[in-house]
């Protein structure tokens, strides 16, 4: 069999977040906004929100629907810069069964109104433990959290748990798509799969040589391991039958690029990239170019999404420190998507600094804040310039004995 839909999926997958999601926050010099950004990364670093980006995502390439719902638990904590009694944590559900997708396997059922806004999410999954399996039916509006659990697979005599929701909008991110995104690729992965398997077929039933023999046999048959004899121009010898792969080769590798130009994902095999050479930034570029435009084509409504997450955050934090409630509307957010590309970084560095006559390119902060290594960005240059100015202090002592030993 060839994968060549698990392939597509995977790869549009990673070329969206292989880099990860960057969020910038624009907090100006508000000590309460800066402190609110800190929060919500707190949240998304703790929910590890990257793992969670590219499983829930392959689901979406190539499952067409997911959902992520977002709750809170009572545990006393201070992860989120204050001391709150809830940690904030979510759980992502698709149609792709769990061992492809690493998330949990449920039908989706959302409810729209007549102008497209949501006004329910219905989840219907299964549990099981100790061999016993529990079918659940989870209801979510913005002011009521319904659960119907039954043995049976029946609703009529379920267990009911109802809760409020007090955030005062549905905790669901739902993404739909109309088609995978691999749609349009089976001819073509079909045509592979014959001819693979037509080619092996072949190998496979002519790959014990035949005894050739020309001629006629003199005397009888020979025994004990000798060679027979022959009259004159008699030969005996193996053969093989001329098999040609070029042609079967080509033709697969042909179907491959059709498959490539329609879902404008390159092929970055290990033996195709090696055929490349040592190509330079600009080819590698050019390269991941159709690539780029495909992840420009869907990231739009991928980032919506986002932001709609965070405002589910937001209003999670609200609840949690009240505080913060007019900050946390003031407070705008934006989610960057990066396709990935090999970048040859220190050639790009040398290339600016020596567009710029030897001369400083970026500032420290901005620096510190590229590499994103450093959560806390101030207290990294507080750092910084402290031990400068320790270093220069430590200078200007002098030792007055030195000389006069």
């Not at 698990?6 to 100006?28: A, D, H, L, S």
């Not at 092929?267 to 159709?290: C, F, H, P, Q, Y």
Request: aromatic residues 8%; charged residues 30%; proline residues 3%.
């Amino acid at each position: 069999l060839y994968p060549a839909e698990k392939i597509v999926t995977r790869r549009m997958n990673q070329m969206c977040f292989t880099i990860p999601v960057e969020r910038k926050y624009e907090t100006g010099e508000d000590e309460t906004l800066k402190a609110i950004a800190k929060a919500i990364e707190s949240v998304y670093e703790k929910v590890r929100i990257n793992g969670v980006n590219k499983n829930r995502m392959r689901a979406y390439f190539g499952a067409c629907e997911v959902c992520t719902i977002w709750y809170a638990v009572e545990e006393e904590n201070e992860d989120y810069g204050f001391k709150s009694k809830y940690k904030f944590k979510c759980r992502s559900y698709s149609q792709m069964p769990t061992k492809m997708s690493k998330i949990s396997e449920a039908k989706l059922y959302p409810v729209f109104d007549d102008y497209d806004d949501m006004i329910a999410m219905c989840i219907e999954y299964t549990i099981t433990r100790k061999n016993q399996k529990t079918y659940y039916f989870d209801v979510y509006t913005k002011d009521r959290f319904k659960s119907y659990s039954s043995k049976n697979g029946l609703y009529d005599d379920a267990e009911i748990e109802e809760t409020e929701i007090t955030i005062g909008k549905i905790p669901a991110v739902y993404l739909w798509r109309p088609a995978a995104i691999y749609e349009g690729i089976a001819n073509n992965r079909e045509d592979i799969e014959l001819t693979l398997s037509r080619t092996s077929d072949v190998i496979r039933k002519n790959s014990a040589p035949i005894v050739k023999v020309v001629g006629e046999l003199v005397g009888e048959k020979p025994e004990g391991g000798e060679s027979p004899k022959l009259k004159d121009g008699g030969d005996i010898g193996l053969v093989s039958p001329s098999l040609s792969h070029e042609s079967a080769q080509y033709y697969i590798a042909q179907l491959k690029e059709n498959i490539e130009e329609d879902t404008q994902m390159p092929n970055l095999s290990m033996t195709n990239v090696k055929s490349l050479g040592n190509i330079g930034e600009d080819a590698r570029k050019t390269l991941l170019a159709d690539a780029h435009m495909k992840v420009g084509e869907e990231k739009d409504d991928i980032i919506w999404a986002f932001d709609r997450e965070c405002n589910i955050i937001k209003a999670f934090l609200g609840e949690a420190n009240n505080a913060w409630i007019e900050g946390l509307k003031k407070l705008k957010v934006t989610h960057h998507i990066t396709p990935f590309v090999q970048n040859d970084r220190a050639a790009r560095i040398a290339e600016l600094t020596e567009a710029t006559g030897g001369k400083t390119i970026m500032s420290q902060r901005t620096a510190i804040e590229r590499l994103g290594e450093v959560r806390d960005i101030d207290a990294e240059i507080e750092r910084i310039q402290s031990e400068e100015r320790a270093s220069r202090e430590a200078s200007r002592i002098v030792d007055v004995f030195h000389d006069n030993q």
